[in-house]
């Protein structure tokens, strides 16, 4: 029997009866092998399995010995599993029993149903009895005397020497060990962060106090959630119990200019509570700050420290090193004073459905179906989804849904926390059910507690939609390989691509925790989520124009840039619906700029893109987010002034007075209108939810005493007089202004953002190499300057880079780096005005004319000295890759298109890879000399020589190529130094490039032969078969004034070659001159269309709506450009 059981000074026993009607697992018999494990406290303890019965009796029994007493927030873990003689066992149920009543009655009987992995009741029931023998001093026998801190497990009442009374006798024989004299004792603290600061434009800083010696951090400006990681020692040469009575004391203040520093809060402790802790150390532990004013005890917020006290002879432990559970289960790290409580508090999250998920599964028969019936093919939904949720150590997940891409749930985690929240981040992962091998990772998204609550008594607990969460994470394209990219999809690096999203609602109720951990969502709370987001989507327009794309890593395949927003315009392995290929720009080979860079000739004419998507209207919060960037941008750049000002010290006070001021004057107009706009009421959107009113009346009570600042700031510089004060003073005025500014980029955060960033992707022969992300709220156009996006239709600069763990390579990061870009975008609703529209998107492309144009290339083959169409390996009409068939008479204007008027098919006379040097004032001629050995074999004395493009260069003297032979050095000069026409030598010779890593006689090695972008070391070794180096000559032009003159004559003179391009494979690279080798020929044929409506919008605004019919027909790829003008380019 239970009673049975030797009861130690403190324990708990626990007796496992029995348990019934549980469900069978075995497929041979239908019955199960059940055992049952208990857990508490990271101790288990198991039962015998019983064979072949759904009604097992175990009565066993089985007991824990305590070191501390039992606390409210105590479970015991119940799980009951079936045995596996082979393999895992079997999941049958779990139960989780709350051991806080024990605290009152000592005993506890439970006959309860199992619950499911998701936390629903099962079929089976459990029967066990727990007993608890408390410590002599809970019953009675003795009491003591409150000490300063307790933790969450300790109740509120219970101290540190009364919870542990088996470590008190150690403890005090360690101290009697300690000689009655001064001697020498150091304290290390290590302040690492603070969360939950209350208070507006903060300037926080730590102060450390130990006895009569003070400490203090740097001050962290314009944040709730400031980190320092700063160290502090502390040496005392004191009696031991001097030094065990000393106070330490650890305040936050919020730091004022003008005015008296103000207490946020405190946290205090004697050093002998230090000294009896285990290795004499608290580390990574959280503080509790409270006021000392404040009566009620309520939490100021908390601090991250470590506290480590070294003795005579004691080894230190490293304060510094991190644990693996603490950003995850903080509430068990948690210190707090004695007196200090916290609510229970129950945190519901709502998970209704998610939308655009990837395919994640493979399926063999939908790639055989596409190999023979590619028209019959479909898309499939390959995806088994299910969401788990993690906050401050507790977890929750959805059932899961099999085979679908667009899940509904419609169910609530509800997780019982401790208010005031301590963790700042709620994780949400998308997972993909595996059967066999372990669950995929589909993406990951947070919600930040400080952005969707407010900590104070003006505050608000945590809510959050119903609203839709944008999930980001690695490409979207399957493979059967393990993803490279998983980290990122763990949420470790930025998100890369698009990978669908969820709909979600959170809030909180204060004075309960749950009782289920995964419920039903309610009727009504449905309802509710259906009215909100039940609202027709708009139609939202994405426009972009690249005018240059530079510094692009050199290849011999074709690159073309794409533009996506959400999974519209994203290719999935070069498919997508027929709308997608307007997201790219025409696919075109990089050229050698002539010194250091390649860059794609797009010249005088720009590529167009386009993309349409639908999305739920949240443009009343964008207009606010964007407003408050609007200042925030207005108020940096007239500090930034003032900054240069300050560093001149030959600067005139008025001067330096003047620019301050007129910085103040426009933050003052600025901060007016936010107060107004925020303080305005607006008809109700249906999509308005209760964070969106919070947000508003938080935003405006934080703006109102902002403005208030400014004013007392303001008439404080006004008031000094002296040159010296008035240069002090205006130094000081700008940090406080400074304040403001983090302050209003703090203020600039919208959680409910639906609208998905938009992702700029570099394709290199259709695989991606590098990508940007613009959040899409800096593209959104508005007819109200103060609303619209700070990028929307301004050129800017950006740089493509590669994705997740290759960032911290480092060295190789410059090799991997994809282009520079300088671009044009513009998102907009498509109802806006056809006036506003054009007026947004055409205000920076002046003098320009938008034209579109279909594009195909005929494809001819030398074979047996003839050219023709014979015995080609591609199509004999494709695109430019070669790969899609496209003849010239499956082309038809798609509705709303027609072909322009007297312009049949003609020839493009664009530029050709050896002609595009041509539009430089100043080229670098270069060629390679090359030589190879076989293994362990000296270099030969012979060399051959490579051109830039990688061609082996030979002598001209034979048309056949059995009398050609191979240049040599003697041959360099009279071969290479004929010059076009219009060119002069600028240098005398050629010359060895001295700028490359070579070694002393300009040489570089590699141990693959004939490798023109491989590995090239500048030190040799035994094992390389190949060697190279780089002569250089440059040449100037000398006739042509105007550098696009040379290009137009080269393109007269390919119009009389009938406009063929040739190379000696179709890869390319391609010259208008046909040479020996030359093995294939190509030329590009151009008609243009026109637009058949009456409207003011620039053709390419209307081009998507025929494309996607016609595209599925016949697979065509369509060029939309722009002719920009010198300005531009």
């Known amino acids: 029997s239970p009673q049975s059981i030797p009861a130690t000074e403190m324990s708990l026993r626990v007796h496992v009866r029995s348990a019934s009607d549980l469900p069978g697992l075995n497929k041979l018999g239908g019955k199960s092998d059940p055992y049952c494990v208990l857990s508490f406290k990271r101790q288990k303890r198991q039962t015998e399995y019983i064979l072949n019965e759904l009604n097992p009796v175990w009565k066993k029994d089985f007991s824990w010995d305590l070191r501390e007493p039992l606390d409210s927030s105590d479970v015991l873990k119940v799980k009951v599993l079936d045995y596996e003689k082979i ?70 009442d219970n101290t540190v020497h009364d919870e542990r009374r088996h470590e008190a006798l150690r403890q005090k024989a360690e101290k009697q060990k300690l000689p009655k004299k001064p001697i020498d004792f150091q304290v290390r603290v290590h302040i690492m962060e603070a969360r939950k600061l209350p208070g507006e434009l903060l300037r926080s800083m730590v102060r450390v106090v130990c006895g009569r010696e003070t400490r203090e951090t740097t001050v962290k400006k314009g944040t709730a959630n400031p980190h320092w990681s700063e160290r502090f020692f502390f040496n005392m040469k004191e009696l031991p119990d001097v030094v065990m009575d000393t106070l330490l004391e650890i305040k936050v203040f919020n730091v004022k200019m003008l005015m008296k520093d103000a207490l946020i809060g405190s946290f205090k402790l004697d050093l002998g509570v230090v000294y009896d802790e285990p290795e004499h150390c608290f580390v990574h532990k959280w503080l509790l700050l409270t006021h000392p004013d404040d009566p009620s005890g309520k939490s100021k917020g908390y601090l991250k420290c470590s506290i480590v006290m070294i003795g005579p002879g004691d080894d230190p432990v490293s304060p510094y090193s991190k644990m693996a559970n603490e950003d995850t289960d903080i509430e068990s790290n948690l210190l707090r004073p004695a007196g200090a409580q916290l609510q229970p508090a129950t945190l519901t999250i709502r998970l209704l459905k998610a939308e655009d998920l990837p395919q994640m599964d493979q399926d063999y028969f939908n790639r055989i179906k596409k ?87 003006e505050g608000f607990l945590p809510t959050f939609g119903p609203c839709f969460v944008n999930v980001y994470g690695s490409p979207r394209e399957y493979s059967d390989a393990p993803d490279a990219y998983e980290s990122i999809n763990k949420g470790l690096y930025e998100g890369v691509a698009y990978r669908g999203r969820v709909m979600v609602e959170v809030e909180m109720q204060l004075g309960q925790l749950p009782e289920n951990s995964l419920e039903d969502v309610s009727d009504a709370d449905l309802r509710r989520a259906v009215r909100t987001m039940s609202v027709k989507p708009l139609q939202y ?32 392995n070069g498919e997508g619906d027929g709308t997608d290929v307007t997201s790219l720009t025409p696919p075109m080979k990089p050229v050698y700029d002539g010194h250091m860079y390649h860059y794609l000739p ?12 639908q999305w739920q209207d949240c443009q009343y919060r964008l207009d606010t987010l964007n407003y408050l960037l609007h200042a925030a941008n207005h108020l940096e750049h007239g500090l930034g002034e003032v900054r240069r000002r300050l560093q001149r010290k030959c600067c005139y006070e008025e001067d330096l007075k003047g620019a301050l001021l007129s910085a103040i004057a426009l933050f003052e107009d600025d901060l007016g209108g936010l107060m107004e706009w925020t303080s305005k009421k607006t008809p109700l959107p249906k ?44 130094e000081a005025m700008a940090d406080e202004c400074e304040d403001y500014l983090m302050e209003l980029k703090n203020l600039a955060v919208e959680p409910q953002n639906c609208i998905p960033d938009v992702i700029l992707w570099m394709l290199s022969d259709g695989k991606r190499v590098a990508y940007h992300r613009i959040p899409s709220h800096l593209l959104v156009f508005s007819e109200d300057v103060r609303f619209k996006g700070s990028k929307c239709g301004r050129i800017q600069t950006i740089i493509l880079g590669p994705a997740g763990q290759e960032k911290l390579i480092g060295e190789e990061f410059d090799s991997k780096c994809g282009a ?50 014979s015995f080609l390996t591609v199509p004999l009409w494709s695109d430019v890759t070669g790969r899609v068939n496209q003849p010239r008479d499956a082309f038809h204007p798609p509705p709303g298109w027609k072909w322009a008027l007297h312009q049949d098919w003609k020839i493009s006379t664009g530029c050709s890879d050896a002609l595009l040097h041509l ?48 240049l040599t050095g003697e041959d ?52 390389d078969l190949s060697r190279r180096r780089r002569w250089v000559r440059k040449r100037r032009r000398v006739d042509d004034p105007s550098p696009l003159l040379g290009v137009k004559v080269q393109q007269k003179a390919l119009c009389t070659s009938e406009g063929w391009l040739y190379g000696s494979s179709r890869s390319g690279p391609f010259h208008p001159q046909e040479r020996v080798f030359d093995m294939f020929r190509r030329r590009c044929w151009l008609r243009k269309m026109v637009s058949t409506g009456n409207t003011r919008s620039p053709p390419v605004f209307e081009f998507v709506h025929g494309l996607h019919p016609l595209h599925l027909q016949t697979s065509l790829h369509w060029r939309r450009c722009a002719d920009m003008p010198e300005t531009l380019r």
């Open 87 to 156: 393999g895992f066992a079997q999941f049958i149920g779990r139960l989780t029993v709350s051991l806080a009543s024990l605290t009152v009655r000592k005993e506890l009987s439970v006959h309860e149903n199992l619950l499911s992995k998701q936390g629903k009741s099962i079929k089976g029931k459990i029967q066990l009895e727990v007993f608890y023998s408390p410590p002599a001093c809970a019953e009675g026998k003795h009491h003591s005397k409150p000490g300063p801190y307790s933790t969450p497990a300790d109740g509120l």
């Open 371 to 457: 190999t023979f019936f590619p028209s019959a093919s479909k898309k499939q939904n390959l995806v088994d989804p299910y969401c788990s949720v993690l906050y401050a150590g507790h977890t929750g997940e959805t059932d899961v849904v099999y085979n679908c891409q667009d899940p509904i749930w419609n169910q609530q985690i509800k997780l019982g926390v401790r208010f005031p929240l301590l963790s700042d981040r709620i994780r949400f992962t998308v997972k993909d059910r595996d059967q066999l091998t372990r669950d995929d990772i589909i993406g990951t998204f947070f919600l930040n507690m400080s952005h969707i609550s407010a900590p104070g008594e």
């Open 541 to 572: 327009t994405l426009h972009g124009a690249f005018l240059s794309a530079t510094m692009v890593k050199p290849s011999d395949a074709v690159v073309e840039f794409e533009v996506s927003i959400g999974d519209k315009g994203y290719l999935v």
């Open 602 to 613: 797009w010249l005088e004419t720009k590529p167009c893109v386009l993309v349409e998507s």
């Open 687 to 730: 999509m308005y939810t209760r964070l969106d009113a919070c947000l508003k009346e938080s935003r405006h009570r934080k703006l109102k005493h902002m403005y208030k600042e400014l004013m007392h700031l303001k008439e404080h510089h006004l008031l000094s007089s002296s040159q010296k004060h008035s240069k002090m003073s205006c």
């Open 820 to 869: 520079q870009l300088r671009l044009m975008l513009w998102l907009g609703r498509k109802d806006v005005g056809v006036v506003g529209a054009k007026d947004g998107w055409t205000a920076g492309l002046l003098d320009t004319e938008e034209s579109v144009y279909a594009e195909t290339y005929e494809n001819q083959q030398n074979f047996l000295g003839k050219w023709g169409g």
């Open 919 to 966: 539009v430089h004032s100043e080229w670098k001629d270069e060629v390679y000399e090359h030589q190879d050995r076989r293994p362990l074999a000296p270099w030969p004395s012979t060399s051959y020589w490579i051109s830039l493009s990688g061609e082996i260069l030979r002598t001209a003297s034979s048309g056949s190529r059995d009398q050609d032979r191979l």
């Open 972 to 1023: 360099l000069q009279g071969q290479l130094s004929l010059l076009p026409q219009g060119w002069e030598w600028k240098d005398k010779q050629w010359t060895i490039d001295s700028e490359k890593p070579t070694d002393s006689e300009g040489w570089e090695y590699t141990m693959k032969i004939g490798s023109r972008y491989g590995s090239w070391l500048s030190y040799e070794k035994k094992t």
